[in-house]
């Protein structure tokens, strides 16, 4: 009787420590998921597959700053154009 009782607690045990470990793992994904709405912003790096030229990088950076909900962090071209670089082997 002693030995069925203690296997009792022990799955009990088992599974309240199991359903806990569960909640616990569905709490941190709740809380920790991204969440997506109008006020997000996203930081991107443009790597091009070619060398391209100072005329080049002012028409990208031109296209870039017409794209609705695009924001530069620099305010002058010449600031933006040294990152629109071919990608480094």
């Known amino acids: 009787m002693k030995k069925r009782t203690w296997k009792r607690i022990a799955l009990a045990a ?3 420590f199991v359903l806990g470990v569960v ?5 941190i994904y709740v809380v920790t998921r991204p969440r997506v709405d109008s006020d997000t ?6 790597d091009l597959r070619k060398d391209i030229g ?3 990088a002012d028409t990208i950076t031109a ?6 909900g695009s924001t530069m962090f620099w305010s ?14």
């Open 14 to 16: 088992l599974g309240v």
């Open 23 to 27: 909640v616990l793992a569905v709490h």
């Open 41 to 46: 912003r996203v930081m991107v790096r443009i």
């Open 54 to 56: 100072q005329a080049e």
């Open 63 to 68: 296209w870039l700053y017409q794209q609705k």
């Open 76 to 89: 002058t071209l010449s600031l933006i154009s040294p990152y629109l670089r071919s990608r480094p082997s």
